[in-house]
């Protein structure tokens, strides 16, 4: 005699085939949720100009002082970023931005000019969102894991 069982299950196979589609649908509505960073609150020019130069000073700061210079004034103009991607870092919406720019180095004596140099920044804004920070990844850590060091844009 062959047992059926089908009698002792209080739903029909219909029914259960319903459920584990709308619960497939659910996960993969879920999955495929856009969890981007808007672009609406990138950085403006100013903030790129001034993350720029940033990053320039702790180029050039060390250079100065080791070659006991005086350090260069910076005049940074024609900023084009070519691409933005959005990433998250630590938690908070982050902004790789990369593109080109015009330098004017001010030293005592005289100006240099340099045109379409590239740049490749990091910037994030503050959880407050009143600050902006330039983030650069730590290159003496372990290639595993991504330490980053963040430097506070000055408004």
């Not at 250079?63 to 630590?90: F, H, Y």
């Not at 994030?124 to 844009?153: F, H, M, P």
Request: net charge positive.
């Amino acid at each position: 005699m062959i047992a059926n069982f089908s009698s002792f299950l209080p739903f029909k196979k219909q029914d259960l085939i319903k459920s584990l589609l709308l619960l497939f649908l659910a996960f993969l509505l879920t999955a495929c949720q856009s969890s981007a960073v808007p672009l609406e609150f990138a950085p403006d020019g100013k903030i790129v100009q001034q993350a720029i130069a940033l990053q320039l000073e702790q180029r050039l700061n060390p250079l100065s002082e080791q070659l006991k210079t005086t350090k260069p004034r910076l005049n940074i103009n024609n900023i084009n970023v070519q691409n933005i991607d959005t990433v998250t870092i630590g938690d908070l919406p982050s902004y790789h931005l990369t593109g080109t720019y015009n330098l004017k180095l001010i030293l005592p004596r005289q100006e240099i000019k340099q045109n379409k140099n590239k740049f490749d920044v990091y910037l994030q804004r503050q959880a407050e969102g009143k600050t902006w920070r330039l983030l650069s990844k730590d290159n003496k850590t372990s290639k595993q894991e991504s330490v980053w060091k963040s430097y506070l844009i000055s408004m």
